[in-house]
């Protein structure tokens, strides 16, 4: 039996129009999206290379593979082995180790499809893999070209020609639509250890390719109707060899501590931790919740090993740091931890591996696959996108949407958020308006969440249009560590005006992005128009939490007119109110609630009033200036 253990350390394509299916809560069951998530990093391979090939084929002969489908008769589409390209999607094909030949399923052009057909791609004869290598220890590879839609690509095992096992699919892969995703890296390999399917002495094995858009969905699932869409399926070099005595490999590699750290931190109902990935955190934050770098390790080869998980941190300092020691048997896994802590402000470049003591004797002798992530600690922004528009956007209103689009933020110390923090897409209308907004996570609620607060309406500007944007809320917001917030931007319906947000990254878990259809516009939500509804969405909304108090001001100072200003700003609560001209005005100063602090006049004969609010609490003001003409409005914090 295969186990796997915890380790606990010392230390734009737009068939889609909808984002994933409709729920009337925010799903927030912890539950790694495995199907969706993408570590967007570079990554390398170290892995101890496979020499012993059992068996093997380029297709240059391509009776070695029997080509079918489970009843269309004369085959429309489905297999074909040669050297050339055939899909819609892809001109060139896959550009293999060793060229030439190479197999492709196709489902036929956009116009006139093939769906619901189950195509294979079998091995002509059987293959010898006991006789070779006098055991059942054999990896299966291939290099692979493709995207993955709606459509299923399985890889099969059997040991009799009639039984077939899947031992590998495309649900790793992230789903490549207008909402995101990416195709498959051209080439790509995969290495399948097929050893706990064939037996001790395997004498007859059978691969076999499969692929369909025949899948489960109900007519009621918006994307239903997208099944028979399809990039293709590009296969070259396939081997069979015997898999080497020390081997082993690292996946699923987080930063925030989702497999094991955070049970260290406290939550309850819908406000539990999950440990989620953050790829700009302020240092306060860090300060309560180092990174947890964890992944899962395991033994890929035939003999035990001793793994560790390590790390080796670039960037504004340089540091390393490793997990405890646990010893795997063959095929056996384990989920290990490590921490990292900077204390300085700027970015990071974390290259994450696993390693192996083959020999028990504390010597390194085996290293897995690496990856990167890179990170940056700040002053007062949280976020979790990656800084660049890299998977499309999202419509937050126009014609026919008013969407709210959030995602979760956990907090672990108290903060005061001053401001969203937004990038706005140059396909949005000068004029338009959006809003931010937040939401606490709240058991009680129907939808698991309650409205805590909104901005003011914000309007777009030329010079938003592909930028960021610092959109304040009327009064700071505290948050406070432990609790979870549903924190995104809001859109308005509206004839003409339309507003678009970037998206960037992949979630790592179905509700971690979230879609409010606030009026029920879309007429897949609950099937009825007019009814709110919820929906998750798999990309990483560009939106981030700002706590900056001077986020409010630089906000504000955009549209003020400029008769007159305030300094120093933020204050202790002493500062001057400075007129770009003498005159008289009426000076009223009133706090969050309203509620007035000071009134007075400014001097007719001088430019410069000051003002003492330091017996008031910390907080942001409102300095209003008013005479028979005119209102003239500036905020203050006080700190």
């Given amino acids: 039996?295969?186990?796997?253990?915890?380790?606990?350390?010392?230390?734009?394509?737009?068939?889609?129009?909808?984002?994933?299916?409709?729920?009337?809560?925010?799903?927030?069951?912890?539950?790694?999206?495995?199907?969706?998530?993408?570590?967007?990093?570079?990554?390398?391979?170290?892995?101890?290379?496979?020499?012993?090939?059992?068996?093997?084929?380029?297709?240059?002969?391509?009776?070695?593979?029997?080509?079918?489908?489970?009843?269309?008769?004369?085959?429309?589409?489905?297999?074909?082995?040669?050297?050339?390209?055939?899909?819609?999607?892809?001109?060139?094909?896959?550009?293999?180790?060793?060229g030439g030949n190479f197999a492709?399923?196709?489902?036929?052009?956009?116009?006139?499809?093939?769906?619901?057909?189950?195509?294979?791609?079998?091995?002509?004869?059987?293959?010898?893999?006991?006789?070779?290598?006098?055991?059942?220890?054999?990896?299966?590879?291939?290099?692979?070209?493709?995207?993955?839609?709606?459509?299923?690509?399985?890889?099969?095992?059997?040991?009799?020609?009639?039984?077939?096992?899947?031992?590998?699919?495309?649900?790793?892969?992230s789903q490549l639509t207008s909402n995101g995703g990416s195709a498959y890296a051209n080439p790509t390999l995969r290495e399948i250890n097929i050893a706990p399917y064939i037996g001790n002495t395997p004498t007859t094995v059978w691969v076999r390719f499969s692929w369909t858009s025949a899948l489960a969905l109900t007519v009621n699932d918006p994307n239903y109707y997208n099944t028979w869409i399809a990039y293709g399926w590009y296969i070259d070099d396939v081997k069979i060899a015997e898999s080497p005595a020390n081997r082993i490999t690292m996946e699923d590699e987080v930063i925030g501590g989702f497999w094991i750290d955070y049970a260290n931190?406290?939550?309850?109902?819908?406000?539990?931790?999950?440990?989620?990935?953050?790829?700009?955190?302020?240092?306060?934050?860090?300060?309560?919740?180092?990174?947890?770098?964890?992944?899962?390790?395991?033994?890929?080869?035939?003999?035990?090993?001793?793994?560790?998980?390590?790390?080796?941190?670039?960037?504004?300092?340089?540091?390393?740091?490793?997990?405890?020691?646990?010893?795997?048997?063959?095929?056996?896994?384990?989920?290990?931890?490590?921490?990292?802590?900077?204390?300085?402000?700027?970015?990071?470049?974390?290259?994450?591996?696993?390693?192996?003591?083959?020999?028990?004797?504390?010597?390194?002798?085996?290293?897995?696959?690496?990856?990167?992530?890179?990170?940056?600690?700040?002053?007062?922004?949280?976020?979790?996108?990656?800084?660049?528009?890299?998977?499309?956007?999202?419509?937050?209103?126009?014609?026919?949407?008013?969407?709210?689009?959030?995602?979760?933020?956990?907090?672990?110390?108290?903060?005061?958020?001053?401001?969203?923090?937004?990038?706005?897409?140059?396909?949005?209308?000068?004029?338009?308006?959006?809003?931010?907004?937040?939401?606490?996570?709240?058991?009680?609620?129907?939808?698991g969440v309650i409205i805590l607060a909104e901005s003011d309406n914000y309007t777009i500007t030329s010079s938003d249009l592909g930028s960021w944007v610092d959109i304040p809320f009327v009064s700071p917001i505290n948050l406070f560590s432990g609790y979870a917030y549903e924190f995104g931007i809001a859109g308005f319906q509206h004839p003409v005006d339309s507003v678009y947000v970037g998206t960037s990254g992949e979630s790592m878990y179905n509700g971690e992005h979230s879609l409010f259809d606030e009026m029920g516009l879309n007429p897949n939500s609950n099937g009825t128009a007019g009814t709110p509804t919820w929906y998750y969405l798999t990309s990483t909304p560009m939106v981030r939490m700002n706590f900056d108090p001077a986020s409010v001001i630089s906000a504000v100072s955009g549209v003020k007119q400029t008769i007159f200003n305030v300094y120093p700003n933020p204050s202790n609560g002493e500062f001057v109110i400075a007129l770009d001209a003498t005159a008289k005005y009426d000076v009223t100063i009133t706090n969050v609630l309203g509620q007035t602090v000071y009134s007075g006049t400014t001097s007719s004969d001088d430019l410069k009033t000051e003002i003492d609010l330091s017996n008031f609490g910390k907080g942001v003001y409102t300095v209003e200036l008013k005479n028979n003409n005119s209102t003239y409005m500036e905020k203050v914090i006080v700190e």
């Fill in 1 to 98: 039996m295969k186990k796997i253990y915890i380790s606990i350390c010392a230390l734009a394509i737009s068939f889609s129009v909808f984002a994933q299916v409709a729920s009337q809560t925010i799903d927030y069951s912890k539950n790694f999206n495995q199907v969706e998530y993408i570590n967007e990093a570079s990554k390398s391979n170290s892995l101890t290379p496979i020499t012993n090939i059992v068996w093997g084929s380029d297709f240059s002969n391509p009776s070695d593979w029997v080509l079918d489908n489970d009843g269309q008769n004369p085959p429309d589409y489905g297999w074909s082995i040669d050297p050339n390209a055939d899909g819609w999607w892809s001109s060139t094909g896959i550009n293999s180790t060793s």
């Fill in 104 to 173: 492709e399923v196709s489902n036929g052009p956009t116009s006139s499809p093939a769906g619901g057909v189950i195509y294979t791609m079998t091995t002509a004869q059987p293959i010898n893999i006991f006789d070779s290598i006098g055991s059942g220890n054999a990896t299966l590879s291939f290099e692979e070209y493709g995207a993955r839609f709606y459509d299923l690509q399985e890889v099969q095992i059997s040991t009799d020609g009639t039984t077939f096992t899947t031992v590998g699919d495309n649900l790793s892969y």
């Fill in 265 to 447: 931190y406290s939550g309850s109902g819908l406000n539990d931790i999950y440990g989620l990935d953050y790829s700009i955190t302020p240092l306060s934050q860090i300060q309560n919740h180092p990174y947890a770098i964890e992944s899962i390790l395991k033994n890929e080869g035939t003999s035990s090993q001793e793994v560790t998980l390590n790390y080796d941190v670039t960037g504004t300092a340089i540091s390393s740091g490793l997990s405890s020691v646990a010893t795997l048997a063959p095929g056996d896994s384990v989920i290990q931890s490590a921490a990292f802590s900077p204390t300085a402000i700027g970015n990071y470049s974390i290259d994450i591996y696993g390693t192996a003591d083959s020999v028990g004797a504390g010597v390194t002798t085996t290293l897995s696959n690496t990856e990167n992530r890179n990170i940056e600690v700040t002053d007062y922004i949280y976020g979790k996108d990656l800084g660049e528009l890299t998977s499309g956007s999202w419509i937050l209103g126009g014609p026919g949407d008013q969407w709210h689009f959030t995602t979760r933020y956990e907090m672990y110390a108290d903060e005061q958020l001053y401001s969203l923090r937004a990038y706005i897409t140059n396909e949005s209308v000068i004029g338009a308006e959006v809003k931010a907004i937040i939401y606490e996570v709240d058991s009680t609620a129907t939808n």
